[in-house]
C-alpha cells in the first residue's frame, strides 16, 4: 500500500508507544550549544551547523563518538530537565501515550555529574508530563557494554536508591554501546544481580552484532525484550525461539538506515520480521541525530516497505503490550487504540 496522505495522517494520529528510545539521543544540536554555553562547555564544532554536518555516520561507532561529545554539555538537574522536557513535548505530538526512555548514567557519573542529578532531573520532566498530557513513562537505566562489568556493577549500586521507590519510575536495566566485541556475556553477573532484585530487563542485541548475541541476551540475560535484533533474519532457529517465546523487537528503522545496518530503507527486514509472527514495534533510538522521532520512522517505513493500516495497528498494539506498565495500564491504552481504530473505519 503506498503512503496516501490519509494513510500518513493515520499513522501519525494513531496513539502509540515509544519503548526504544535514549534520553541523550534526544539533544539536538540547538540545545546542546544552549547548554554549552549556559555551562561553559568548549565543544569541538565552531556553530550548530558544523555539529549538523558531522552528522554523517559510516557504523555504530562513529555515531556514539560523536554522541558521547554531545552529552558532555549536560552538567545539572535542569540541564537533564530542560532535555527531557523537550522530547516529551516532541513524543505529545506524536500521539505518544507511553514512553519507556533509556539513559546511560555512567556517561555523567564519569564527568562528575551525580547519580541524583540525572535522575531528578529526568523524572521531574516525565512527571510534568505525565501531569500536563497523560503520557505515563518508565525510565531504563542503561550500562554501556564498551566499560568493565566491575563498572556496571558499581552503577547498579549507585542506582539502587531509585530503582522502583515511591515516585520514581525507573524499573528496568539495559545494555547499550558499542555491540561488535562486546557480548552479553560479559554482563552475566550484573544481569543476574538485576534478575535477583526483580528489575525489568532488556538489552541491545543484533543491531551490528551477530544472532548468537541474540541467543546470549535472551540464555544469560534473560531479557524480556529485545532492543534491535535486526540481525535475527539469519538464523531461523532463533526467528522460531522469538515468534514462540513472544519476545519483542524494538525496531529503529531510521538508525538501522544511518548507521549502515541497511543500505536503504527499502532493504529494511521489518516488514519480513513481522511477517514471521514476531512482536516488532516501530522506535526511533536517538532521533535528533537519526533524522526524526517516532511518526517520522513510521512515516519512512511505510513509504518505503509494502504494509498495511493493519500492519500499524498491529505494532502500536504490540508497543503497548509489550511495555512494563501494569496489565491494568495496559488493558487502557489498547482499549484506546481499539477506540482510535473503530472511530476511523466509520
Ligand atoms: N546502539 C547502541 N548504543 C546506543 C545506541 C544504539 O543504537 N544509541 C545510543 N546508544
Ligand atoms: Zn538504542
Known amino acids: 500500500m503506498p503512503l496516501t496522505p490519509e494513510l500518513a495522517r493515520t499513522l501519525c494520529a494513531m496513539p502509540k508507544a515509544e519503548l526504544h528510545l535514549h534520553i541523550e539521543g534526544t539533544l539536538e544540536p540547538e540545545l546542546i ?17 558544523a555539529l549538523r554536518d558531522a552528522y554523517a555516520f559510516t557504523d555504530l561507532q562513529s555515531f556514539l563518538d560523536i554522541y558521547y561529545a554531545g552529552a558532555s ?41 551525580s547519580m541524583a542529578t540525572v535522575v531528578n532531573g529526568i523524572e521531574r520532566a516525565l512527571a510534568e508530563a505525565q501531569a500536563r498530557d497523560g503520557i505515563t513513562s518508565r525510565l531504563i537505566l542503561c550500562f554501556l557494554r564498551h566499560l568493565p562489568e566491575d563498572d556496571a556493577l558499581q552503577t ?25 566485541g562486546h557480548p552479553p556475556n560479559k554482563f552475566a553477573r550484573v544481569f543476574e544481580r538485576c534478575r535477583a532484585l526483580g528489575l525489568r530487563i532488556v538489552a541491545h542485541a543484533g543491531e551490528e552484532g551477530p544472532p548468537e548475541y541474540i541467543h546470549e541476551a535472551l540464555d544469560m540475560l534473560r531479557v524480556e525484550r529485545v532492543d534491535h535484533g535486526v540481525r535475527a533474519i ?46 516488532v514495534t516501530i522506535n526511533s533510538d536517538d532521533p535528533a541525530y537519526f533524522g526524526g522521532y517516532l511518526n517520522d520512522n513510521f512515516l519512512a517505513t511505510f513509504d518505503a516497505l509494502d504494509m498495511t493500516l493493519d500492519d500499524a495497528y498491529t505494532m502500536a498494539r504490540n508497543s503497548f503490550e509489550a511495555s512494563f506498565i501494569d496489565d491494568a495500564e495496559k488493558r487502557r491504552l489498547v482499549g484506546e487504540l481499539e477506540q482510535f481504530r473503530a472511530a476511523q473505519a466509520q
Open 234 to 279: 539469519e538464523d531461523e532457529a532463533l526467528l522460531a525461539r522469538l515468534a514462540r517465546e513472544k519476545i519483542a523487537l524494538t525496531v529503529c528503522p531510521l538508525s538501522n538506515v544511518r548507521l549502515k545496518v541497511f543500505d536503504h530503507m527499502g532493504q529494511h527486514t521489518l516488514h519480513q520480521l513481522l511477517k514471521r509472527g514476531l512482536a
Open 156 to 180: 547498579l549500586e549507585t542506582a539502587l536508591p531509585y530503582f522502583n521507590s515511591h515516585g520514581h519510575r525507573l524499573v528496568g536495566v539495559g545494555l547499550d554501546s558499542s555491540e561488535q
Open 73 to 113: 554539555v549536560l552538567l545539572t538537574e535542569d540541564d537533564f530537565y530542560d532535555m527531557t522536557r523537550a522530547y516529551m513535548q516532541r513524543a505529545a505530538a506524536d500521539n505518544i501515550r507511553h514512553a519507556e526512555i533509556f539513559f546511560d548514567p555512567q556517561t555523567h557519573t564519569s564527568r562528575g555529574v
Open 33 to 49: 550549544f544552549r547548554l554549552a554555553e549556559r555551562n561553559r562547555v568548549a565543544l569541538p564544532y565552531p556553530s550548530v551547523q
